[in-house]
Structure formats: structure tokens, C-alpha cells
């Protein structure tokens, strides 16, 4: 592997849109928001708990993914350069050493591309519930609906696939 692909920059690109987005949405609409926003909801996307209209509170959970999804980019791109996959795999022992090349290049782009999807889904999932949460104080919604839960739900799929996989790919070589 020498570098990311069309499709890791793909992800990265929407990363990036998703996190710009959250960052937007609430300083566009910061001055029709009513003096009390939602802060917090349950697992049903009901708001069960609302705070006075904060600036700082609307951009928290993307001022926090934002840095994350940016610094995440030098640890992958390094990851998807180094000449030999095994010196990124942290194993106990000599396990590292021992496995093969082909098996290592496996984890490495099996690696590299879930980092990029779950910061991905990430980066949407505090887009959609800084949307929601904007749209619940307007009046427009009663909840964030069921995007926030089904994005939370795929993640938590693709974080137990990925461990599932490498878990195989590293024991079973």
C-alpha cells in the first residue's frame, strides 16, 4: 500500500464536510434559537434536559470531532506509507515479527479504513444531532428522530466488525 485511495479521500472529504457542517449550522441559526436551547436527550432522541441558549454549548461536541478528524489524518497517512504494515501492529512478544507480510498488509488497510469510517460516522453523528437539536428549540422537531440512533447503531456495528476481523486476521495467521 503506498498511500490512501480515491475512497479514503472520500471519506476523509465527508469527514471533513460533516464536521464543517455542525460547526455552521449553529452560528447561522444561533440568532433565531429561543433563549432556551436542548442540551441533552435520551436514547429515544426526546430532549430531557434544556439549558439557557449558549454559543459554546452548540459548538462543543463539534469543536471536539472537528481536531480530531484533522489530526487523525497524519497517524493514517503514516500508517498507509510505512514500507513494512508490521511495524504499525502493536502485538506482545515477537507475534509482530511472526506474521506474514500479506497478513499485515490485510490489517493495515483493513485498519486504515475503519479509522477513516468511524471518524466518518463520527464526524455525522454530531452533525445530526447539532441539526436536531437546533431543529427541537425552533420548534420544528419534538426529537433528533432516529438518524442520531441509527448512525450510533453502524458504528458500533463497524467498531465490532473491525475488531472482529483483526482479532481473526492476527490470531488465526
Known amino acids: ?58 459548538l462543543l461536541a463539534p469543536l471536539l470531532v472537528l481536531p480530531g478528524a ?10 498507509s506509507t510505512v514500507k513494512d504494515p508490521r511495524q504499525i501492529l502493536s502485538l506482545p512478544g515477537k507475534k509482530a515479527t511472526e506474521i506474514p507480510l500479506k497478513i499485515a498488509e490485510q490489517i493495515r488497510g483493513l485498519t486504515i479504513t475503519h479509522i477513516l469510517i468511524i471518524q466518518m460516522l463520527v464526524s455525522l453523528l ?15 422537531r419534538t426529537s433528533l428522530g432516529y438518524g442520531s440512533l441509527l448512525v450510533t447503531m453502524i458504528l458500533l456495528g463497524d467498531s465490532i466488525i473491525l475488531i472482529w476481523r483483526l482479532f481473526c486476521l492476527t490470531y488465526r495467521s
Open 70 to 79: 484533522v489530526l487523525l489524518l497524519p497517524l493514517v497517512w503514516w500508517m
Open 126 to 140: 454530531v452533525f445530526l444531532i447539532v441539526i436536531g437539536q437546533i431543529m427541537v428549540a425552533l420548534g420544528i
Open 1 to 58: 500500500m503506498q498511500g490512501l485511495n480515491r475512497w479514503h479521500w472520500v471519506i476523509i472529504s465527508l469527514t471533513l464536510l460533516f464536521s464543517v457542517a455542525a460547526l455552521y449550522y449553529p452560528v447561522r441559526y444561533y440568532s433565531e434559537l429561543p433563549p432556551q436551547i436542548p442540551t441533552h436527550f435520551s436514547l429515544t432522541g426526546e430532549p430531557d434536559s434544556w439549558s439557557e441558549k449558549n454559543l459554546g454549548e452548540l
